[in-house]
């Protein structure tokens, strides 16, 4: 057990920059603190104590502003930035080495709207949620996804991809196997948002369109000279238009 909270601790120090110390991470940072409840509360709702497990992880949500079910299912180095707000639902399962943001939520919809009466996300390994990330339903996150902040997700997102946006849809795809972190989960200078990029799309083809209208004109009005200068009976004839 200690060595899985110092494991947790480092991992922590190395995802901020702004964590001086392992001792200022553990005893400092609502993240590790709520974790430490919902060790206990989990063990307490997995062995039938139900109503002493939701005791536990109230006194949890009290102490961070962090609320995890008892019930979810968390796996190691789990880190939770800033804290306040976020929602952790009863069915969610979460893996190793990933990173939520404040105000993120993890939440549930009606049992018989999703198969096996799973609620809540599956957020697989390596994922970093943004911060005021709406992640619903009993969908899968893949590994190593990145979830823009503010986004609204509600299917499944591919491995190794970034989603942003209201429904959140894929802008990027990583592009290296190399692990690396990017706080927020929204690179800042080279993910362009898709509803722009689509219009920007659509104005290079109007414009492309409204050049070739323009040459067919420039060429018809040619013609129309060429024309107009040979009268009938004359033996002068128009020089044919070259193209």
């Known amino acids: 057990m200690a060595d899985g909270l110092r494991s947790t601790l480092e991992s922590i120090k190395a995802r901020d920059p702004a964590a001086r110390s392992l001792a200022e991470v553990a005893l400092l940072y609502p993240g590790v603190r709520v974790l430490v409840f919902h060790r206990l509360a989990h063990g307490l709702w997995s062995s039938g104590f139900q109503f002493l497990a939701r005791f536990v992880s109230e006194l949890g949500r009290w102490l961070s502003g962090i609320e995890i079910h008892p019930g979810a299912v968390i796996g190691k180095r789990l880190f939770i930035d800033h804290g306040t707000g976020v929602v952790i639902g009863e069915t969610a399962v979460i893996g190793d080495d990933v990173t939520l943001y404040h105000g993120v939520t993890l939440g549930g919809v ?4 999703m198969p096996q009466g799973r609620r809540h996300p599956h957020v697989e ?3 970093i949620i943004g911060a005021g990330a709406q992640v619903l339903g009993g969908i899968t996150v893949g590994n190593g996804a990145r979830v823009g902040a503010n986004a609204v997700v509600v ?3 591919p491995p190794g991809v970034t989603v942003v946006g209201i429904p959140a849809q894929v802008v990027a795809a990583r592009t290296t196997t190399k692990p690396d972190f990017l706080p927020y989960g929204s ?3 080279d993910l362009p948002d898709p509803t722009a990029r689509a219009l ?3 104005l290079n083809e109007v414009e492309a369109l409204r050049r070739r209208v323009a040459e067919l004109e420039a060429g018809h009005s040619d013609q129309d000279k060429l024309a107009t200068q040979w009268q009938p009976g004359s033996d002068r004839r128009p020089a044919r238009a070259e193209g």
């Open 200 to 202: 920007c799309g659509l």
């Open 187 to 189: 690179p800042c200078n």
């Open 125 to 127: 390994n390596n994922v």
């Open 110 to 113: 009606a049992p018989g709207d």
């Open 155 to 157: 299917k499944d997102v």
